[in-house]
């Protein structure tokens, strides 16, 4: 390959450096109930003459599985350039063929296997480039995410079809249950009332938890029976904390509700079965109850059945 001319660029090449401070610092910041991150920059393959980054260690919390990878710049012209994240069979020789066979891309990265013995995960270069253009806050939050993203996807693949529990993550399932029970009894607004019904059998299924309660609508003219938890079968998806109402629970009312109903910021709608409005707490907002304290996290569900139980009986409202 022939040689071209050089260039000493001094912003670039400070740009390198404040890149990987800022990195690191993104990784040590991610919250993750999947994975823990621990970043090693001073591994002495950090860096080197065609790439730029740090080790770094991702645990399954699920399985204990421990991923040893690199992640940083690669700027090889015979290669693709960018940003990644990268598997390689001597490190990992355990999980290695695993990852190579069952990775597939994601939403926040695309998978190279060009090279036998090294698996990359890249980051889209629509999002490299607009991360280019942002400012420092939103910079760290998209490499933060890229790389929560990668070691998620790493888990999940090797983490297998078998479960996984420990004590704690079972008092957090009685604890999340107590939180919707109190949600539910505690949220008042001008615009509906909620009346909960803790015997019915539904409220804790084979793979939802919460409560099952009636929504009336400010007028008194509608009442829905609706749900509100967290629905978690590995079967189907989506899966989440979310608000519904669905037909056979609300047959003389459902069609003209969905079809009056109108979004709202605060939650995704889920149309995947027509005999259900189901609506979904968002990734954001999720990341950010994981990351509150409790009283904080109330707050949070609470304006999110709100705005849940708002929509729905605006679309009950007789027009």
């Known amino acids: 390959m022939a040689e071209q001319d050089l260039r000493f660029d001094l912003p670039a090449l400070l740009s390198l450096h404040r890149f990987g401070d ?9 919250r993750s109930s999947r994975v823990e991150f621990e970043v090693l920059r001073d591994a002495r393959d950090s860096i080197g003459p065609h790439w730029y980054g740090m080790r770094c260690r991702a645990v399954s919390k699920v399985s204990g599985i421990s991923f040893y990878l690199h992640t940083g710049l690669i700027f090889l012209p015979s290669t ?22 069952r990775l597939r891309d994601g939403e926040d990265f695309t998978v190279n296997r060009e090279e036998r013995e090294y698996l990359k995960l890249f980051m889209p270069r629509h999002t490299f480039e607009a991360m280019n253009r942002a400012g420092v806050q939103r910079q760290e939050r998209l490499l933060g995410r890229y790389m929560k993203a990668c070691g998620e996807a790493l ?101 003209a509700v969905k079809a009056r109903f109108q979004g709202r910021d605060a ?43 708002g929509a729905l009986s605006q679309a009950s409202e007789e027009q």
């Not at 800022?22 to 991610?30: F, H, K």
Request: glycine share 6%.
């Open 22 to 30: 800022i990195y690191a610092r993104a990784i040590r910041d991610i």
């Open 80 to 101: 693709q350039i960018g940003l990644m994240v990268e598997v390689d069979e001597k490190n990992n020789q355990s999980v290695y063929g695993q990852v190579v066979e």
């Open 155 to 255: 888990a999940a693949v090797v983490d297998g079809p078998c479960f996984r529990l420990c004590q704690e993550d079972l008092l957090h399932a009685y604890g999340l249950g107590r939180a919707f029970r109190r949600v539910i009894t505690e949220t008042v607004s001008p615009d509906f009332t909620v009346e909960i019904n803790e015997q019915d059998p539904d409220n804790f299924g084979q793979y939802a938890s919460g409560y099952r309660c009636w929504l009336t609508n400010a007028s008194g003219s509608a009442k829905l029976y609706s749900y509100f938890g967290a629905i978690y079968s590995y079967k189907k998806r989506p899966a989440g904390i979310f608000a519904e109402i669905d037909w056979f629970s609300n047959q003389e009312m459902f069609d």
């Open 267 to 309: 939650f995704v709608y889920s149309g995947s079965d027509e005999k259900f409005i189901k609506l979904f707490m968002p990734q954001a907002a999720i990341e950010e109850l994981n990351a509150a304290g409790y009283d904080r996290q109330i707050e949070l569900l609470k304006e999110f059945f709100a705005s849940c139980c």
